[in-house]
């Protein structure tokens, strides 16, 4: 049906929180849901990252950790430098046909890119050239804090001028104090609208629980329908 690429504007912004909650709202819809995070640094003491197991846990077809996390380093720094440290190169044509293979099994596949859209993942490689190898269209997360603005502007004219379709952003509250929070998810919208005529697909406030199905309510559920029932 759809597959999605999901970025953010810098690490730690809530993709995976985000990620996990478009998976659990497409279960709730009947849909086959799979997440996907190409390259993962950083493995838990049960030599897991963190990003696998929750795309893992809120995806409705079953799979195994490799399946959605066939590349998880053990250093959690830059991905370029945590295959180094292992001696191992990102090949970006297997990570499209692992994509690829789970999105025929899928009906919604979300894939988690990794970090900003921009990181490399080796020398002349980067994570916007494995969206643009994907061809997902992409799904941009706007961390609420202080700068976000111009992080969530430049992010989004990244995306075209790789040209790629950006589906909707959508907000997800980092810093619960940034002054004036609301003003600032105002101003985000008319951008967005006005410059990439992108919707807001949710507004996410900090939950004491982060739970996908806790984030998954804040989401716009009749802009997501359009999405992925297209
Ligand atoms: N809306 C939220 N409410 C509460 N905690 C959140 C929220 N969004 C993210 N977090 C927390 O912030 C951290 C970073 O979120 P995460 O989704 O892992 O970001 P990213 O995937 O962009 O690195 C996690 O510990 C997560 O639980
Ligand atoms: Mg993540």
């Known amino acids: 049906m759809r597959s999605v690429f999901i970025t953010g ?5 809530g993709k995976t929180r985000c990620s996990a909650a478009l998976l659990h709202w497409c279960a709730q819809q009947g849909w086959r849901s799979a997440g996907f995070k190409p390259v993962a640094a950083g493995l838990d003491a049960d030599g897991v990252n963190e990003d696998v197991q929750m795309l893992r846990a809120a995806g409705s077809l079953p799979l195994t950790s490799a399946e959605v996390g066939p590349l998880q380093f053990q250093a959690a720094c830059a991905p370029h430098i945590a295959a180094a440290l292992e001696g191992q190169v990102i090949d970006m044509a297997t990570l499209v046909q692992q994509a690829q293979a789970l999105a025929e099994r899928a009906d919604v596949l979300v894939v988690e890119g990794v970090g900003g859209f921009c990181v490399p993942l080796g020398p002349d490689v980067d994570t916007a050239d494995l969206a643009v190898a994907l061809g997902y269209p992409v799904i941009l997360v706007v961390g609420l804090r202080l700068g976000c603005i111009s992080h969530a502007l430049l992010t989004a ?8 379709p950006l589906l909707g952003w959508i907000a997800n509250t980092v810093d619960p104090q940034m002054a004036h929070l609301q ?3 105002d101003t985000l919208r008319v951008e967005f609208q006005r410059r990439h005529h992108a919707p807001c697909l949710g507004v996410v406030p900090r939950l004491a629980d982060a739970s996908p199905r806790a984030a998954a309510a804040y989401l716009d559920f009749v802009a997501l329908h359009e999405i992925f029932s297209a």
Request: overall charge negative; hydrophobic content about 45%; proline content about 0%.
């Open 9 to 13: 504007t810098d690490t730690e912004v």
């Open 157 to 164: 004219e990244a995306i075209r001028a790789r040209g790629l």
């Open 183 to 185: 003003a600032n998810i």
